[in-house]
Antibody, heavy 119, light 109 residues
Framework: QVQLQESGPGLVKPSETLSLTCAVS?????????WGWIRQPPGKGLEWIGS???????YYNPSLKSRVTISVDTSKNQFSLKLSSVTAADTAVYYC????????????WGQGTLVTVSS | SYELTQPPSVSVSPGQTARITCSGD??????AYWYQQKPGQAPVLVIY???ERPSGIPERFSGSSSGTTVTLTISGVQAEDEADYYC????????????FGGGTQLTVL
């Protein structure tokens, strides 16, 4: 059973960098699939942030590309998100998920973690 | 940027059929996927590749595609189906960019 678990600070100050990690169990990241981040502001819809392959190839939402970095650590079977220069608009529940490669759908999701941007 | 358009809300009585649409210019060339999200929970995939149903998803959930519109159909709606539903696709072939629709709140009256 594939399981994903997000972790990281629940509170980030404006202008600082948001950092989250997604630990994967039940499947080796190196075996394939893409791995990605999605966020959901309170009361709003889902927004894809970006995706990464175990080789390190990355794909980012053009609207966030200048502030986003996604990396992978295959030795720890986890991948990470960094979002710089955050504002209150970045307050959201952040989900990590596994992505089917050929057709780009999200088949396994983490439970999500709320990150609030506030001073 | 590429967009997928869904109605904000759909209401249906128990036992009736609910249809939720999703429109996008690239849908004739890209598969669509549907997720169900209940309050406080992560989304769950209910339809993939336009009309395929993952294991464990009830048969009352089905999907179809016609031109630039895909439709999620829930037959014999039950109270437990009340949730937000999101369509998702890719913006165009080769970019590996995922796009979500704005979501539809299904209310079971």
């Amino acid at each position: 059973q594939v399981q994903l678990q997000e972790s990281g600070p629940g509170l980030v100050k404006p202008s600082e960098t948001l950092s989250l990690t997604c630990a994967v169990s039940g499947y080796s990241i190196s075996s394939g699939y893409y791995w990605g981040w999605i966020r959901q502001p309170p009361g709003k819809g889902l927004e894809w942030i970006g995706s990464i392959y175990h080789s390190g190839s990355t794909y980012y939402n053009p609207s966030l590309k200048s502030r986003v970095t996604i990396s992978v650590d295959t030795s720890k079977n986890q991948f990470s998100l960094k979002l710089s220069s955050v504002t209150a608009a970045d307050t959201a529940v952040y989900y990590c998920a596994r992505i089917e490669m050929a057709t780009l759908y999200f088949d396994y999701w983490g439970q999500g973690t709320l990150v609030t941007v506030s001073s | 940027s590429y967009e997928l358009t869904q109605p904000p809300s759909v209401s249906v009585s128990p036992g009736q059929t609910a249809r939720i649409t999703c429109s996008g210019d690239a849908l004739p060339k890209q598969y669509a996927y549907w997720y169900q999200q209940k309050p406080g929970q992560a989304p769950v995939l209910v339809i993939y590749k336009d009309s395929e149903r993952p294991s464990g998803i009830p048969e009352r959930f089905s999907g179809s595609s016609s031109g630039t519109t895909v439709t999620l159909t829930i037959s014999g709606v039950q109270a437990e189906d009340e949730a937000d539903y999101y369509c998702q696709s890719a913006d165009s072939s080769g970019t590996y960019h995922a796009v979500f629709g704005g979501g539809t709140q299904l209310t079971v009256l």
